[in-house]
C-alpha cells in the first residue's frame, strides 16, 4: 500500500512509519522541518516530505499518485495544562492549537484528496478522546480540547463528502500514551496504541464512515 503520516518524525507519527515499514508498505512521513528519528531509517520504501500543515504551503517533495491509507497524525498541545486554564487561556493559544490540531488536517486532504479518490483509500484522522464533550468531566484544557473536538466534526463531514467516491473517513483516538507530549505520562506506550489503531484502520470499513474509534476499537462518545 502507498500511506502517507503527517507528523511522522517522533511519537506515534515515527511509530506508524516503522508498522507499516515492517509490513513492506510504501511510506511517505511528512514533518515541518526536522526529519528527526526518520534519518536512522534506511529502507528503500521510506519516502521522506517536509510539509508545515500550519501553512497553506503544499508539501516539498514528490508524492504518490494514489494514496491507500492517509493518517492525519500531526498535532500539538499548545500551553501546558496551566497555561489552558479558564483565566490563563489566550485567543493566540487557542488560534496556533486550532490551525494545526483541526484546520491542518482539513488542508491536507484538501491537497491529497483526489489521490485518495483514485486508490478508494482510507483517512484515518487522530484527534483525542480530550475532544469529547460526553467524556470531558474535568474541563480546562481549552484549546486542545476544543482543537481535538473540531477535529471530529470535520472528519465526519469528510467521511460523509468521500463516502460517494468510495474513500472511508474514521477519527481515532490514541489512548492516554506515552510521549513527549505527555511528557511520558501516559498509561501505554507507543507500541502499544500504534499496533491497536493500525488493527482499527485495517478494519476501518466495518466501523461507520466518521466513526470516533479508540486504539482498543470502542467508539468514543461524542
Known sequence: MNI??????????????????????????????????????????????????????????????????????????????????????????????????????LRVVQHLKGRVIAAKGVIANVSSKMGSSGDNGSGGTYAYRAAKAGLVIVSKSMAVDLAPFGVHVITLHPGWVQTDMTHHTGLIDIETSVTGMTEVIADARSYPAGAFIAFDGQSVPY
Not at 4 to 14: C, Q, T
Not at 45 to 55: A, M, P
Request: charged share 25%.
Open 4 to 105: 502517507l503520516i503527517s507528523g511522522a518524525n517522533r511519537g506515534l507519527g515515527l511509530g506508524f512509519v516503522r508498522r507499516y515499514l515492517a509490513r513492506n508498505d510504501s511510506v511517505w512521513a511528512c514533518y515541518r522541518s526536522d526529519s528527526g528519528s526518520l534519518t536512522d531509517i534506511d529502507d528503500e520504501n521510506l519516502h521522506h516530505v517536509v510539509w508545515d500543515v500550519g501553512s497553506d504551503a503544499g508539501p516539498v517533495g514528490d508524492l504518490p499518485d494514489t494514496i491507500d491509507l492517509l493518517i492525519n497524525n500531526a498535532g500539538i498541545y499548545g500551553p501546558g495544562k496551566d497555561g489552558q486554564s479558564l483565566d490563563r487561556i489566550t485567543s493566540e493559544a487557542m488560534h496556533e492549537v486550532f490551525n494545526i490540531d483541526c484546520v491542518g488536517p
